[in-house]
């Protein structure tokens, strides 16, 4: 049957690998796609299927003669697999690439424009097995841009098959696909591209395609050597003129390293109904997990870039505040499942975009344009794209779309809850990632975010009601439950070594911690700052180095102070805090404590002085210390009384009844804080904070972990041990 446009052969071509249809799937594959297409189109297509290795396309068959024919057809569906992708192999080089340079030269070209606005590629690739990262490369690097296949692949620990018709347990699939579905994608698209192709716009000139061999021989017999030559000539020049005059994309990779820094901008929702923010925010969160594992990148951090969301400052100027050369910026626009995505790196001193693209697909190529942005952007910057950089940019973590989705609008959720302490919102982020888990069980981020709300809830500073139905001993299990499965699922070398820091310093051991001081990679926790006790040099040393490049970076400022005054360097620490960085509560604690460590108990009150509250147990503190009145003593007994035992700032009624020289009440306190689960962690903190002001013999719990790190716990008290002074008045 001829195809349905003159001059081609068959309307698809199945490429293959012989060694992947001994067991028939792809023979399968072909009858069911028969099928599907007659049920999907109106008229009947014709497809070329090599069924035996020997006939047709086989091994010693002539290339050339091959080319001239059976790679005259108007779609290319590869079955990528595991062995497919093979410069050895026939399949790939005498198919794969050959249509891939065919196909660009006929009346069609390649890639087509859709009915619907969209732009596809006739090579519609079928997979059967997750590939190689190397092999992944290596398809993209020869249709010079990312993959999109249609997955047939079985999924589950320790298996990577073809997806059968008939599955013995369709629900061990953690793909959650279904063959007959993935049968309908692909009729489907083929469907739009014959419709595309039908249509006389894609059509660049005759609709019978060129016949190269044929041509040249025709004019080698025709034409006279000098006039083929003065053709050349005159061809070459009309080109070089013509590339003149058009932009020149792609640009150059920008040399020097002090032009390698970048701001990402919180993407812009431009949706009818303006209800994506969570999707854009979500998308430029991934941006900086990806860009931040390029190394030789400065890069702002996602707190201080949000800082600027919806200010609508110019770009030159918010890259001079921050000190860098260039800004990411763009904006989402999603319509049902149409997802279009525009995005620009500018250079920032002369406005000049430097890249630019608008991604118009629908929401199920979300991963790729995310990889696809990272990859322009460290090209453009000329940064160095190894194995690692890339395998952390293509690790989202899943393959579902919807179970992303999922965790993006938890992942929404759960940053607002932080930003504005209210962690009864954890709660309600948990539900989105339990459906994100739901979905796809090897998702590793979702059981980590998912595990912080039983970490707050064990230090009881967040009040959160909703878990009150269980123990402190079922919550811890389900934290570490989560947090060990985020390790165990992780794809992401670094995101592992940050889940496995938390687990650690959460767990009655911390003999691993002194172990990472050695890692080179930037990882990152939370809870950086408790290597503080083993290294304060260390870790006032790495977080200054990340000061110098994000100057409104709040945490690094923080951790670096912890640093330094566990160093015995409060006057330094005190420098960090030197400008206005009291704008916000936990900036004005950080610098209250800090006049607090050197004894300067005005110094730390009028720090605080725009956060004082006279029902709060802290500022009271701060003013029994600088006035010591009766009167606010009892006030602050009157307040220790409904205090937690400690809260998600650290503070603890230990500070209180120290200054009120009540040193028993104080140790009970501790003891008592020692006694419950993270009870070591919440008092490592206090320690780290405020200093030691409880007996080290009144926590063994505390004092067994301090051994753990190398520390012991009687020399540790006896250097460090301080009795708060209070000021005295009638």
Same mark, same amino acid.
């Given at each position: 049957?001829?195809?349905?446009?003159?001059?081609?052969?068959?309307?698809?071509?199945?490429?293959?690998?012989?060694?992947?249809?001994?067991?028939?799937?792809?023979?399968?594959?072909?009858?069911?796609?028969?099928?599907?297409?007659?049920?999907?189109?109106?008229?009947?297509?014709?497809?070329?299927?090599?069924?035996?290795?020997?006939?047709?396309?086989?091994?010693?068959?002539?290339?050339?003669?091959?080319?001239?024919?059976?790679?005259?057809?108007?779609?290319?569906?590869?079955?990528?697999?595991?062995?497919?992708?093979?410069?050895?192999?026939?399949?790939?080089?005498?198919?794969?690439?050959?249509?891939?340079?065919?196909?660009?030269?006929?009346?069609?070209?390649?890639?087509?424009?859709?009915?619907?606005?969209?732009?596809?590629?006739?090579?519609?690739?079928?997979?059967?097995?997750?590939?190689?990262?190397?092999?992944?490369?290596?398809?993209?690097?020869?249709?010079?841009?990312?993959?999109?296949?249609?997955?047939?692949?079985?999924?589950?620990?320790?298996?990577?098959?073809?997806?059968?018709?008939?599955?013995?347990?369709?629900?061990?699939?953690?793909?959650?696909?279904?063959?007959?579905?993935?049968?309908?994608?692909?009729?489907?698209?083929?469907?739009?591209?014959?419709?595309?192709?039908?249509?006389?716009?894609?059509?660049?000139?005759?609709?019978?395609?060129?016949?190269?061999?044929?041509? #040249?021989?025709?004019?080698?017999?025709?034409?006279?050597?000098?006039?083929?030559?003065?053709?050349?000539?005159?061809?070459?020049?009309?080109?070089?003129?013509?590339?003149?005059?058009?932009?020149?994309?792609?640009?150059?990779?920008?040399?020097?390293?002090?032009?390698?820094?970048?701001?990402?901008?919180?993407?812009?929702?431009?949706?009818?109904?303006?209800?994506?923010?969570?999707?854009?925010?979500?998308?430029?969160?991934?941006?900086?997990?990806?860009?931040?594992?390029?190394?030789?990148?400065?890069?702002?951090?996602?707190?201080?870039?949000?800082?600027?969301?919806?200010?609508?400052?110019?770009?030159?100027?918010?890259?001079?505040?921050?000190?860098?050369?260039?800004?990411?910026?763009?904006?989402?626009?999603?319509?049902?499942?149409?997802?279009?995505?525009?995005?620009?790196?500018?250079?920032?001193?002369? #406005?000049?975009?430097?890249?630019?693209?608008?991604?118009?697909?629908?929401?199920?190529?979300?991963?790729?344009?995310?990889?696809?942005?990272?990859?322009?952007?460290?090209?453009?910057? #000329?940064?160095?794209?190894?194995?690692?950089?890339?395998?952390?940019?293509?690790?989202?973590?899943?393959?579902?779309?919807?179970?992303?989705?999922?965790?993006?609008?938890?992942?929404?959720?759960?940053?607002?809850?932080?930003?504005?302490?209210?962690?009864?919102?954890?709660?309600?982020?948990?539900?989105?990632?339990?459906?994100?888990?739901?979905?796809?069980?090897?998702?590793?981020?979702?059981?980590?975010?998912?595990?912080?709300?039983?970490?707050?809830?064990?230090?009881?500073?967040?009040?959160?009601?909703?878990?009150?139905?269980?123990?402190?001993?079922?919550?811890?299990?389900?934290?570490?439950?989560?947090?060990?499965?985020?390790?165990?699922?992780?794809?992401?070398?670094?995101?592992?070594?940050?889940?496995?820091?938390?687990?650690?310093?959460?767990?009655?051991?911390?003999?691993?911690?002194?172990?990472?001081?050695?890692?080179?990679?930037?990882?990152?926790?939370?809870?950086?700052?408790?290597?503080?006790?083993?290294?304060?040099?260390?870790?006032?040393?790495?977080?200054?180095?990340?000061?110098?490049?994000?100057?409104?970076?709040?945490?690094?400022?923080?951790?670096?102070?912890?640093?330094?005054?566990?160093?015995?360097?409060?006057?330094?620490?005190?420098?960090?805090?030197?400008?206005?960085?009291?704008?916000?509560?936990?900036?004005?604690?950080?610098?209250?404590?800090?006049?607090?460590?050197?004894?300067?108990?005005?110094?730390?009150?009028?720090?605080?002085?725009?956060?004082?509250?006279?029902?709060?147990?802290?500022?009271?503190?701060?003013?029994?210390?600088?006035?010591?009145?009766?009167?606010?003593?009892?006030?602050?007994?009157?307040?220790?009384?409904?205090?937690?035992?400690?809260?998600?700032?650290?503070?603890?009624?230990?500070?209180?009844?120290?200054?009120?020289?009540?040193?028993?009440?104080?140790?009970?306190?501790?003891?008592?804080?020692?006694?419950?689960?993270?009870?070591?962690?919440?008092?490592?903190?206090?320690?780290?904070?405020?200093?030691?002001?409880?007996?080290?013999?009144?926590?063994?719990?505390?004092?067994?972990?301090?051994?753990?790190?190398?520390?012991?716990?009687?020399?540790?008290?006896?250097?460090?041990?301080?009795?708060?002074?209070?000021?005295?008045?009638?």
């Amino acid at each position: 049957m001829p195809a349905i446009i003159p001059g081609f052969e068959y309307d698809i071509f199945i490429s293959y690998r012989h060694n992947d249809n001994r067991s028939g799937w792809v023979t399968d594959f072909v009858n069911a796609l028969h099928e599907e297409l007659a049920a999907t189109l109106k008229e009947p297509l014709s497809i070329y299927f090599d069924k035996n290795q020997y006939d047709g396309l086989g091994e010693t068959d002539s290339v050339n003669k091959s080319l001239e024919g059976k790679l005259k057809c108007l779609i290319f569906i590869p079955i990528i697999s595991q062995t497919y992708c093979d410069p050895m192999s026939f399949a790939w080089q005498h198919e794969f690439c050959a249509f891939n340079t065919l196909s660009s030269q006929d009346s069609f070209g390649r890639d087509i424009k859709l009915n619907n606005g969209n732009v596809t590629s006739r090579i519609l690739p079928v997979k059967i097995h997750d590939l190689d990262l190397e092999d992944k490369l290596m398809i993209e690097k020869e249709i010079g841009g990312f993959l999109r296949p249609i997955d047939f692949i079985f999924k589950s620990a320790g298996v990577n098959r073809p997806l059968r018709q008939v599955e013995e347990h369709p629900q061990d699939n953690l793909n959650h696909t279904f063959y007959r579905d993935q049968l309908n994608k692909v009729a489907n698209a083929v469907k739009g591209i014959v419709q595309a192709i039908k249509s006389s716009s894609n059509v660049k000139s005759s609709p019978t395609p060129v016949n190269i061999t044929q041509q #040249d021989s025709t004019i080698r017999q025709r034409v006279p050597a000098k006039f083929i030559f003065a053709a050349i000539t005159i061809i070459v020049l009309i080109s070089l003129g013509f590339w003149k005059f058009q932009p020149k994309q792609p640009v150059p990779a920008i040399k020097g390293p002090e032009n390698k820094s970048l701001v990402v901008l919180p993407f812009a929702d431009i949706s009818p109904k303006k209800d994506q923010q969570w999707f854009s925010d979500g998308l430029t969160e991934e941006l900086l997990n990806t860009l931040s594992s390029l190394e030789g990148l400065k890069l702002i951090s996602r707190t201080t870039s949000f800082s600027f969301k919806e200010k609508g400052l110019p770009a030159k100027r918010i890259a001079d505040s921050l000190g860098v050369a260039h800004v990411l910026e763009g904006s989402v626009r999603k319509v049902d499942d149409q997802l279009r995505v525009t995005v620009q790196l500018i250079k920032a001193n002369d #406005d000049t975009h430097l890249w630019s693209h608008v991604y118009e697909y629908t929401i199920d190529s979300i991963f790729e344009i995310q990889a696809d942005i990272s990859k322009n952007v460290a090209n453009t910057l #000329d940064l160095l794209l190894d194995n690692r950089a890339l395998e952390n940019m293509e690790s989202i973590g899943t393959t579902s779309v919807e179970a992303y989705q999922e965790f993006l609008k938890g992942r929404a959720i759960y940053l607002e809850a932080h930003l504005t302490a209210n962690f009864d919102r954890l709660i309600e982020a948990n539900k989105f990632f339990d459906k994100a888990i739901q979905i796809y069980p090897n998702f590793a981020r979702a059981y980590f975010d998912r595990a912080d709300v039983f970490n707050h809830s064990l230090l009881a500073g967040a009040n959160i009601r909703a878990l009150d139905n269980l123990s402190d001993r079922e919550q811890y299990d389900r934290m570490m439950n989560d947090i060990n499965k985020a390790i165990a699922l992780s794809q992401n070398s670094v995101d592992k070594i940050g889940y496995s820091f938390t687990r650690d310093i959460f767990s009655n051991d911390w003999t691993p911690l002194p172990s990472y001081l050695d890692i080179t990679e930037n990882w990152e926790s939370g809870w950086e700052l408790f290597l503080a006790i083993v290294d304060p040099k260390f870790v006032s040393r790495q977080y200054l180095k990340a000061i110098e490049v994000d100057q409104l970076a709040d945490m690094p400022r923080y951790w670096a102070a912890i640093g330094l005054v566990n160093d015995n360097q409060p006057d330094s620490a005190l420098l960090l805090y030197k400008n206005d960085y009291t704008r916000s509560y936990v900036n004005a604690r950080v610098k209250s404590f800090l006049f607090f460590r050197k004894n300067d108990y005005q110094g730390a009150l009028d720090a605080f002085q725009n956060y004082k509250r006279d029902d709060d147990a802290y500022s009271l503190f701060l003013q029994i210390l600088t006035r010591g009145s009766t009167k606010d003593r009892a006030e602050l007994d009157r307040q220790l009384a409904s205090q937690p035992l400690f809260d998600s700032y650290g503070y603890s009624p230990i500070l209180a009844y120290n200054a009120l020289g009540e040193y028993s009440r104080a140790d009970s306190v501790a003891s008592l804080i020692d006694s419950r689960l993270l009870g070591h962690f919440s008092l490592c903190y206090n320690l780290l904070s405020f200093g030691l002001h409880f007996h080290l013999s009144a926590t063994p719990n505390f004092a067994a972990r301090l051994r753990e790190l190398g520390i012991d716990p009687v020399a540790y008290e006896k250097k460090h041990y301080r009795v708060i002074s209070v000021k005295t008045s009638q």
